[in-house]
């Protein structure tokens, strides 16, 4: 998967004929990085994902999944079935899988489940449009939010605008694994 999304952004750069220097200036994130991302050995946080899309003339779907190919009136994603795969660890210290069925266009939400190791630094503060809602599925989560820290446990839930300064980050022993839905 995470080399699909990394075809797919450099695809839509090139076709607006972008230079990876031009993207990069337009969106903050180093050259290197962006590069890494196209090539596939690095994973793009979704805050990454969502800047990408708004500069390549791109739905956040049209990123992660590539063009719409089912209806968007009701996408059903059966457990198992349809997930578009685990993408990996980024450099916000996460792993994430897609939750929306594959080919799915015109969503204005994007679910994710998030899982983080406690074990792995925490990632830089990151900002991007639109607004978040996180649910903690299991173990504790630390939420770094516009300067502030914020211990998240199983149950616990946070809605969040994402213009803010933030980032996520596992705590405890355990594994923990998170619900996010991203507007973009």
């Known amino acids: 998967m995470r080399k699909y999304v990394g075809e797919r952004i450099q695809k839509l750069r090139e076709a607006q004929g972008l230079s990876r220097e031009r993207v990069s200036y337009l969106t903050g994130i180093p050259e290197d990085r962006l590069e890494a991302y ?14 990408l899309s708004r500069v390549l003339g791109s739905k956040v779907e049209g990123v992660l999944h590539g063009g719409a190919t089912v209806s968007e009136n009701i996408t059903i994603c059966r457990a198992g079935e349809s997930m578009s795969g685990e993408l990996g660890n980024t450099d916000q210290s996460y792993g994430y899988a897609s939750l929306t069925r594959p080919g799915t266009g015109g969503h204005i939400m994007e679910p994710f489940l998030l899982t983080f190791d406690p074990q792995t630094p925490p990632g830089p503060p990151i900002t991007h449009e639109g607004q978040e809602f996180v649910y903690i599925l299991d173990g504790s ?29 596992g705590m405890g022993e355990t594994i923990a694994r998170m619900l996010a839905v991203v507007s973009s």
């Open 38 to 51: 196209e090539k596939g050995s690095a994973v793009a946080p979704i805050g990454v994902v969502i800047k």
């Open 141 to 169: 989560i630390e939420l770094y939010y516009d300067g502030q820290r914020h211990r998240l446990e199983k149950g616990d839930s946070a809605y969040i605008k994402s213009t803010m300064p933030h980032t996520f980050h």
